[in-house]
């Protein structure tokens, strides 16, 4: 096994980084080793510290692009190193109202999308019949997910009533 030496620079290099967890597995392989964080002149102060500074790195990256393109995969990804991580709107260089402001671009742009698909009618040609339909309303289904998060419904966000109630009676939808 490596020495000290060799662990204290791993673990700085992915400090460095932003790589949460390859610090993780540098503890866990250390501690494996029967050495400690400490034994590398790491205290566990410093350590859950990098660990909290990488999360909002990532997080403030994420918040970033969500804002500008309105991506619910970004969005999620940030809501989810908020709450991993304890960060505060400060931290992550907003307030709640921006935040949510950029919640709801995300869930309804998302929403839009599967909204798209529910009403492709060609949906992958290679499906049958009845997987078309089925994956055409599971499509529907996380498009009306989507809005519902953020207090929308798919009309709120420009989806024509008589064509949703088309669509739904298309695929044989009985929940509206």
């Not at 503890?27 to 660990?51: C, F, P, T």
């Not at 599971?138 to 519902?148: D, G, H, S």
Request: a negative charge; glycine letters at 8%.
């Amino acid at each position: 096994m490596p020495g000290e030496a060799v662990w204290r620079s791993f673990f700085e290099l992915a400090r460095s980084g932003n790589d949460a967890f390859l610090m993780d597995l540098i503890r866990q392989k250390v501690s494996a080793g029967g050495l400690s964080l400490a034994d590398l002149g790491v205290s566990e102060a410093e350590y859950l510290q990098a660990i909290h500074d990488c999360f909002l790195h990532a997080a403030r990256r994420l918040f970033a692009s969500a804002k500008t393109k309105a991506d619910f995969a970004c969005f999620a990804g940030c809501d989810d190193y908020v709450g991993t991580a304890s960060l505060t709107m400060a931290e992550l260089g907003t307030d709640a109202e921006e935040y949510e402001r950029v919640r709801a671009a995300s869930y309804s742009e998302s929403a839009r999308f599967f909204y798209g698909l529910a009403r492709a009618w060609k949906l992958i040609d290679l499906f049958s019949p009845k997987r078309r339909r089925h994956e055409r309303l599971r499509n529907l289904r996380v498009a009306e997910e989507r809005v519902a998060e953020v207090g929308l419904t798919l009309e709120g966000i420009g989806v024509d009533r008589r064509d949703l109630q088309r669509l739904r009676s298309t695929l044989g939808d009985e929940s509206a």
